[in-house]
């Protein structure tokens, strides 16, 4: 079946610092990547539309300068939390959807876990 | 971002029962639902998905139903295991959206 890895699973850093999750599809190739924000005991909060080539589509309360998106590839986006403070703290999860299907299953990456001291 | 509810409700139920796991949708235009399970510290999880055009659609031990007049989604797990303990969200796309928006999700208990 359809793999997505993200990287790293777990990250710890400092407040003001900057971090940079990955998101790959590993068998497939994905126009559209989806980011997703999930605090404990709660659900997954859609953060922003990350489209191949283009810029992404954040969701409204998202800041797109806190939250860089890049999608260079069909296989890889990426997520920069800039300037991090504690409350980004939160499980961020990436997903993909097999390029040129429509009405299908998003595939899930593993998520990352980020904790900002 | 989107979400539906910041609450985790809970289903506690015996291994062997049956679990139902309902869901209300938000979006009239949604023309396509899945069901996602979650173990802590991982992603969702495709289970099984259905179709506005359907009412029912059974997988391996599962079932989900569509009741488009009401907006309601459920998913059945029948002889529910242990292995199945985890929280399920459903979710739902369609409209004029490529987005796939989470519902609040039930935290299933399975008690050996």
């Known amino acids: 079946g359809a793999v997505v890895s993200q990287h790293p699973s777990r990250v710890i850093c400092k407040s003001g610092t900057s971090v940079k999750i990955e998101c790959r599809s590993l068998?497939?190739?994905?126009?559209?990547m989806f980011w997703y924000r999930q605090f404990p005991k709660q659900s997954l909060m859609l953060m922003a539309t990350?489209?191949?080539?283009?810029?992404?589509?954040?969701e409204q309360g998202v800041e797109k300068d806190k939250f860089l998106i890049n999608h260079a590839s069909l296989t890889l986006s990426t997520l920069t939390v800039t300037s991090a403070h504690p409350e980004d703290s939160s499980f961020y999860i990436c997903?993909?959807?097999?390029?040129?299907?429509?009405?299908?299953?998003?595939?899930f990456g593993n998520g990352t876990r980020l904790t900002v001291t | 971002g989107e979400s539906v509810g910041l609450h985790l409700p809970t289903l506690s139920v015996q291994e062997g029962d049956n679990s139902i796991i309902n869901c209300a949708y938000s979006?009239?235009?949604?023309?396509?639902f899945i069901w996602y399970k979650q173990e802590s510290g991982k992603g969702p999880q495709f289970i099984i998905d259905?179709?506005?055009?359907?009412d029912k659609r059974q997988g391996q031990r599962v079932t989900v139903l569509l009741n488009k007049t009401v907006k309601h989604l459920s998913l059945q797990i029948a002889a529910t295991q242990p292995g199945d303990s985890a929280v399920y969200f459903c979710?739902?796309?369609?409209?004029?959206?490529?987005?796939?928006?989470f519902g609040t999700g039930t935290l299933l208990a399975v008690q050996p």
């Open positions: 979710a739902e796309t369609g409209g004029a959206t490529n987005k796939l928006i």
């Open positions: 259905i179709r506005s055009n359907m």
């Open positions: 997903s993909a959807r097999d390029l040129g299907t429509y009405n299908s299953p998003l595939h």
């Open positions: 068998d497939f190739q994905a126009t559209t």
């Open positions: 990350s489209n191949e080539g283009s810029k992404a589509t954040y």
């Open positions: 979006n009239s235009a949604s023309d396509y």
